[in-house]
């Protein structure tokens, strides 16, 4: 492949800085949005969130979830109903209510919440419709907000109290389908999160931090410059935890009632899109996956004294070439040169970048320039849209194969919990060898002084060595970390 290799340095060394200057030169999201936690997405920023919006609501939609759009409040009653999933979200939540104005004394309605997630606005819906097993599985979807009143520091993008998100909600006549819609709802995101060349790992959280009120749950975490990790989706199995509290009950083929088995399962579509730029960018800033890139491509002419006309319209022609098949903008302004073309777009993370001169205008060829190598290639006007085509697949496909490795990179197996706590200091991920125990796993947060982000999923992974925290044999291996 050859080409220079991104620098990243900066983005490494002094992330947060690097991440907020990014969000705003390359018009992602403006953070100043005088309330604490909430922001405001920007064209580009907001662009690829549609983009991944549509492709997730397109896979969920094929495998049959319904799209639905249910309420933004609840009663504080109906989620106070589960008692894992209010202990679990209560200190987070926003209350709503009428604005008192004057002073007399109003009538006031029970009490309403924002959803901090929606289980229990959607369950006593389900309740209604359903009473048979001709009305399972029922699979729905929506893309919304959800709400968190977030009390540590927040973050752009990463810890913010207004949440973009998909959330999904199924309920099943039985267990084992249950555990298949698990496998499904997996698949589905990992691939999303594999078209977007996100190197993650999925795993199945510990006990102790699985959602409130699930069975178990399951998380994507991906890689973060700052050793923090993020999770950007998670899967959880409930059981039949809801359905009792909520009766969503139904008549059994062979007769008799039974409480549906119920899964949800949520993308965080900020968080995804933090994601991407914070994997795939360097330190000149984002570099967008063609996917879901705002702009694929840039054409800046090289204007030549004299030959200004010719330079001109054989922009104009490759533009026309190009802009039916890929989101093209040509860069024709006059009063800025091609190097501030170059630097402009650079920082807005358009993944190539077109240069045509006189001397292409005269050859018949334009210069194609990746934004993640710097590598130039010379291509001739003639089958420019495959040639462009093929670049930009190139580009998606070494953009994830470098996440990827860096991912292998982060990722240290560790012999001793001192060495453990040095590697996670580092910014590095622990892969800890556990004998399966709850006691050890919740040792080893205090100890490592990280989070505990449980074992893989995808893999059944065997481990040789004894548990690092009781010396006893070992199971699998635990993922150490921190995390957002
Ligand atoms: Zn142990």
């Not at 054409?299 to 890929?326: D, H, N, W």
């Not at 580092?426 to 002084?449: N, Q, R, T």
Request: aromatic letters at 10%.
């Amino acid at each position: 492949m050859g080409g220079l290799i991104a620098r990243d340095g900066e983005k490494f060394e002094r992330f947060s800085e690097w991440f907020d200057n990014v969000l705003l030169t390359a018009r992602i999201a403006d953070s100043r949005y005088p309330v604490k936690g909430f922001l405001v997405y920007l064209e580009s920023g907001w662009f690829v969130i549609e983009r991944v919006r549509r492709r997730l609501e397109y896979l969920l939609e094929e495998d049959g979830h319904l799209p639905m759009y249910f309420p933004l409040v609840a009663t504080l009653e109906n989620f106070s109903r589960e008692a894992e999933h209010i202990k679990g979200f209560m200190g987070e939540v926003f209350a709503v209510g009428k604005l008192r104005v004057g002073g007399g004394e109003e009538q006031q309605e029970a009490p309403l919440i924002l959803r901090p997630t929606s289980e229990t606005i959607m369950y006593p819906m389900f309740a209604l419709w359903i009473s048979s097993h001709a009305d399972l599985p029922l699979k729905i979807h929506q893309s919304c907000s959800v709400y968190r009143y977030e009390t540590k520091a927040t973050r752009a993008l990463y810890r913010v109290r207004e949440i973009p998100w998909n959330e999904a909600h199924t309920a099943h006549a039985s267990q084992e389908e249950a555990e298949e819609q698990v496998r499904r709802a997996v698949q589905i995101y990992r691939r999303v999160l594999d078209e977007l060349g996100l190197a993650y790992l999925t795993l199945r959280r510990p006990d102790f931090d699985k959602f409130a009120g699930a069975e178990y749950s399951i998380a994507f975490d991906a890689w973060n410059p700052d050793g923090k990790v993020n999770q950007v989706a998670t899967v959880h199995n409930l059981g039949t935890n809801f359905s009792r509290v909520f009766n969503v009950e139904f008549e059994k083929k062979e007769g008799g009632k039974a409480h549906t088995w119920q899964l949800c399962y949520g993308f965080g579509y900020s968080r995804v899109l933090a994601a991407i730029i914070a994997q795939h960018g360097d330190d000149l800033g984002p570099i967008f996956p063609p996917t879901v890139a705002p702009i694929q491509v840039v054409i800046v002419p090289i204007p030549y004294k004299g030959r200004e006309q010719e330079v001109r319209s054989y922009a104009q022609e490759i533009y026309s070439t190009l802009r039916e098949s890929f989101r093209t903008r040509l860069d024709d302004r006059e009063d800025v040169t091609p190097g501030e073309k170059y630097y402009y777009w650079e920082r807005r993370g358009v993944p190539l970048r077109v240069e045509a001169g006189p001397r292409e205008a005269q050859s018949g060829s334009v210069m194609l320039v990746r934004r993640d190598t710097g590598e130039r290639r010379s291509v001739p006007l003639t089958g420019l849209k495959e040639s462009v085509e093929n670049v930009l697949a190139e580009i998606e496909r070494s953009l994830a194969e470098r996440a990827r490795r860096k991912l292998e990179e982060l990722v240290v197996e560790v012999e001793t919990v001192e060495k453990g706590a040095g590697m996670i200091e580092e910014g590095k991920i622990c892969k800890v060898s556990w004998c399966g125990s709850e006691s050890c796993a919740l040792s080893l947060k205090s100890l490592m002084g990280a989070e505990v982000r449980g074992y893989r999923y995808d893999m059944d992974e065997r481990s040789e060595r004894p548990c690092l925290v009781c010396g006893s044999r070992g199971r699998t291996y635990l993922y150490v970390s921190r995390a957002y």
